[in-house]
């Protein structure tokens, strides 16, 4: 039996690589993390890319503590 063709081109194909945060998006160079803040509740951390000279800030979402005391909050409520 043969193999539709749309399957081996599939199969053939490498996974690609997902799309990082931690990379430049300028020069897309791999940055490296100089400061985390989750005072704000959201999960804020701040990239250095070396080859630019810049900083970009990258916002990860909700911060786990906070995702916790909300999650803690609302099984209060509910006894
Ligand atoms: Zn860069």
């Not at 701040?46 to 909050?73: F, M, P, Q």
Request: hydrophobic share 30%.
């Amino acid at each position: 039996m043969q193999l539709p063709s749309w399957l081996k081109i599939f199969n053939r194909r490498k996974p690609a690589r997902p799309p990082s945060l931690t990379d430049c998006p300028k020069c897309g160079r791999q940055m490296d993390m100089i400061d985390k803040s989750t005072m704000s509740g959201d999960d804020m951390r701040t990239y250095r890319c070396e080859h630019c000279r810049e900083e970009h800030i990258v916002n990860y979402g909700i911060a786990l503590w906070k995702v916790l005391s909300d999650a803690n909050k609302s099984d209060d409520d509910a006894s």
